[in-house]
């Protein structure tokens, strides 16, 4: 597992926290049913797990996170919902000590593109996978993100994330990469499309532009940028601006692209 680029402060998790299977794993549900068992691969704080949980009842789901400490985020969330369907488990999906053939479907969120070998786990995914069984995986696409108005500032933050990200051994403009990755890993039914998060309303300017506005200055990422000498703390509070002049705009929008695969084993 490289470095995760993004860390755990509670300007990321507020981030994560939003996330549903309806509006991060669309793509995914409609393979999912009562009594097939679910891998979910870095679940993060747990709330899509909890939903991909509630689709496969009474089916177990596994929640798999690479520490305890992150895995802590998913057993709080669980147990806040009294979900009674899932197991936890601390492991590394480029090396799962797991058997062959575990579960019906095997689930990724925003993992592969923090990963150095994300076609080793992609057939770690599928080892696990039984046969007639889903390997499923989402990840955003950071080259590809764009927004209006056109703000400099924005321009220099997500150069500087791509930066530190491939620094950290991951591909942040994983999106486009899913399927050629998953036919790397030796699979030869793949569907693969594509979404969006979009966010152009007031409510959804202040929330995604004022969670990036703190987390640019406050999160693991500031940290690493100054440490590197790859920024300021002058440069990141000009990017926390930045994201302000473009909650400020009236005609506002920002799109966040995803690739997405579904492997058929």
Do not use: K
Request: negative net charge; aromatic residues 10%; hydrophobic residues 45%.
């Amino acid at each position: 597992m490289t470095t995760y680029t993004h860390g755990h402060h509670e300007t990321v998790l507020v981030s994560h926290r939003w996330r549903t299977a309806a509006n991060s794993a669309a793509y995914l549900l409609p393979h999912l049913r009562p009594g097939r068992t679910v891998l979910d691969v870095g679940c993060g704080p747990g709330t899509i797990t909890a939903d991909l949980a509630d689709a496969v009842t009474p089916a177990r789901l596994t929640a798999l996170e690479l520490t305890e400490d992150a895995l802590s985020l998913a057993r709080a969330e669980i147990a806040a919902r009294g979900t009674a369907n899932v197991d936890f488990l601390v492991a590394d999906v480029q090396a799962l000590d797991l058997p062959d053939d575990a579960y019906d479907v095997v689930h990724a969120h925003q993992v592969l593109q923090h990963l150095g070998d994300p076609v080793g786990a992609l057939r770690e995914m599928r080892r696990v996978c039984r046969a007639g069984g889903t390997v499923a995986a989402r990840d955003s696409d950071y080259a590809a993100f764009t927004w209006y108005p056109l703000i400099p500032a924005l321009d220099e933050w997500l150069a500087l994330y791509r930066r530190i990200a491939r620094h950290n051994g991951g591909e942040p403009d994983a999106g486009r990469r899913m399927h050629a990755w998953a036919r790397a890993a030796g699979f030869t039914d793949v569907t693969a499309t594509g979404s969006v998060w979009c966010y152009a309303s007031p409510e959804e300017r202040a929330w995604w532009g004022g969670m990036w506005a703190e987390r640019v200055v406050r999160s693991a990422l500031a940290g690493q940028a100054v440490a590197l000498g790859w920024a300021t703390e002058a440069d990141l509070r000009r990017f926390a601006d930045g994201w302000r002049e473009w909650v400020a705009a009236e005609d506002g929008w920002f799109l966040v692209p995803h690739g997405e695969i579904v492997c058929h084993v």
